[in-house]
């Protein structure tokens, strides 16, 4: 109470002419006694709502700690997985492509001896770009030159 300035109201009710000052000095000062309690109180009961929505706050991120750690182990469970299909499939193309080029090989020393006729190494129809293949008359002089 002397912090609030209890102290100040007995002198005040002392100085009074003693025609009942010191009587309303004492309920002034339980008046602010009393607000000072109920402010107090309201203090406590904030505080101890503020308390409890933090401890909830704790508790929900600690549910999401959980849940996330788990989402986390079952996604690097899911990319190990991945990965080794996508190693499995890599071994799998070059294997392909290693028998691919094995065919066209093959392809290539069956389809001819490296003479003219074959046509190794000269573009084909297909893949000749425009004006590289001849016009008609380039190859119907290809056939009669041949006949000749």
Known sequence: ?????GAAAPAAGAAGTGNGNA???EVWMDERELKRQ??????????????LRKQAECEELGGRVDALSTEN??????????KEACAALNEDNSMLTGKL?????????VKGDGDAADGV???????????ERGGE????????GAAA
């Not at 109470?1 to 300035?5: E, P, T, Y």
């Not at 109920?38 to 308390?51: G, L, P, T, V």
């Open 73 to 82: 182990i079952t996604l690097r469970a899911e990319l190990d997985r991945l």
């Open 121 to 131: 190494g000269e573009p084909s129809p297909k893949k000749a770009k425009k004006g």
């Open 101 to 109: 080029k094995a065919l066209n090989g093959d392809a290539t020393a």
């Open 38 to 51: 109920r402010r107090k109180q309201s203090n406590r009961e904030s505080a101890r709502r503020s308390r």
């Open 23 to 25: 009587g309303s000095g």
């Open 1 to 5: 109470a002397a912090a609030n300035g």
């Open 137 to 144: 008359k380039g190859a119907e002089e290809a056939v009669e």
